[in-house]
Structure formats: structure tokens, C-alpha cells
T-cell receptor, first 112, second 117 residues
Framework: RKEVEQDPGPFNVPEGATVAFNCTYS??????FFWYRQDCRKEPKLLMS???SGNEDGRFTAQLNRASQYISLLIRDSKLSDSATYLC?????????????FGKGTKLSVKP | GAVVSQHPSRVICKSGTSVKIECRSL??????MFWYRQFPKQSLMLMAT?????????EQGVEKDKFLINHASLTLSTLTVTSAHPEDSSFYIC?????????????FGNGTRLTVT
């Protein structure tokens, strides 16, 4: 089983749609969780951290289910500018400096 | 604004030559920086952890003699790809934490796209 698994997509949605991405991770000892977005041929940029109680940042809502080792990201009212690849990221267990393990990403394409 | 700066953003070199990539932390000191590599349609893979004032820690399968890392100051780490080959063509990205906790997120440089001909 891969350490971090995501549906690669692509998710093609119209503007204004609500879209949800899921992610599962294999290591139950992982401590921290993040969603990054990566635009084509660019570096990843932090979108939001994911907290146990769930958290929201504007149109974005992240959820964590430790028992199921599952993370989700919900985007409401999609904008054209949301088109990107969304990376699910967890801290690596045992890494001396808390290395991050990246999923392959889920590609989102928002159409007019 | 950017907190980690990486240079160059793009480089094309001939097979057999060496390429140096610089990663700088802006307005903060980074005792540790991370070097990742990303091949097309693949996830970011950690290559090595760069430690200021000491040797880098390499991930399994990454040749330390081929990918030389120097972290001589608290704001600068360099990655040198020695005797580059076409299979080394990839997107190389450095990162660092501004927070002290190892659970805090990483901030990435803008990446270096290396093409070896």
C-alpha cells in the first residue's frame, strides 16, 4: 500500500460547483497533515493544514479521520483559479526532521 | 511573499557537466533544508536533508557523490548535480520550515527545472 494515496482525477467541474478530494495514508503514526496546491510546472504551495477537529478557510474545508486514516478537502463555489493539482501531505514517521510524504495529487480543472 | 528563494529556475546543460542549484531562506534562519525531486506526473520525492554545518542525510537510493549538498550558512544550501545525465532531468525543489516544530508545514522554493541534453 502506498504511503499516501489520492485519486489522480482529473476532476472536471463547472464554475460554482462543490468538489471533494479524498486521501488515505498508511502510517498511523503520522502526526501532521496538509493540503498543498501545485500549479503546472510550479512549486507546491501550502493551502492549509488539517486539524483533528476539521478546519475551514474561506471556501476550503479540510477534515481528518484518524481512525480511518483519511483526509478530505472540500472546495465550495469553485473558481477558475482553483484549477491546479491538490497534494495531500503527511509527516513521515521516524523522520528526524519531520519529513513530508506527498501524494501524487488530484488534478482539478474548473471550466467556465 | 516568498520565504524560500531558489536559483536558477531553469537550466539546460550537456551530459557530463555539473550544475549547482542554490536555495536561500529569506528573513529566517534554516538549520535544516530539504531537497526534493519531482519527475513528470509523479509525486515529490525527498532526496536529502541538508543540515547546516554538518553532512547531509541522503534518502535510500540517492547517490551522495552525485548529488553534493553543502549547507555552509543558516540561509543557504546548495545542491550540485555532478556529471549530469539525461535521466537526471527533473524538477528539483528545496524547502525549509519557518516554524520550529517539525510538524509545521514546509515552504518551497520556486524550483529548478533541469534538462540534461
Amino acid at each position: 500500500r502506498k504511503e499516501v494515496e489520492q485519486d489522480p482525477g482529473p476532476f472536471n467541474v463547472p464554475e460554482g460547483a462543490t468538489v471533494a478530494f479524498n486521501c488515505t495514508y498508511s502510517n498511523s503514526a503520522s502526526q501532521s497533515f496538509f493540503w498543498y496546491r501545485q500549479d503546472c510546472r510550479k512549486e507546491p504551495k501550502l493551502l492549509m493544514s488539517v486539524y483533528s477537529s476539521g478546519n475551514e478557510d474561506g471556501r476550503f474545508t479540510a477534515q481528518l479521520n484518524r481512525a480511518s486514516q483519511y483526509i478530505s478537502l472540500l472546495i465550495r463555489d469553485s473558481k477558475l483559479s482553483d484549477s491546479a493539482t491538490y497534494l495531500c501531505v503527511v509527516t513521515a514517521y521516524g523522520g528526524s526532521q519531520g519529513n513530508l510524504i506527498f501524494g501524487k495529487g488530484t488534478k482539478l480543472s474548473v471550466k467556465p | 511573499g516568498a520565504v524560500v528563494s531558489q536559483h536558477p529556475s531553469r537550466v539546460i546543460c550537456k551530459s557530463g557537466t555539473s550544475v549547482k542549484i542554490e536555495c536561500r531562506s529569506l528573513d529566517f534562519q534554516a538549520t535544516t533544508m530539504f531537497w526534493y525531486r519531482q519527475f513528470p506526473k509523479q509525486s515529490l520525492m525527498l532526496m536529502a536533508t541538508s543540515n547546516e554545518g554538518s553532512k547531509a542525510t541522503y534518502e535510500q537510493g540517492v547517490e551522495k557523490d552525485k548529488f553534493l549538498i553543502n549547507h555552509a550558512s543558516l540561509t543557504l544550501s546548495t545542491l550540485t548535480v555532478t556529471s549530469a545525465h539525461p535521466e537526471d532531468s527533473s524538477f528539483y525543489i528545496c524547502s525549509a520550515r519557518t516554524g520550529g516544530s517539525y510538524n509545521s508545514p514546509l515552504h518551497f522554493g520556486n524550483g529548478t527545472r533541469l534538462t540534461v541534453t
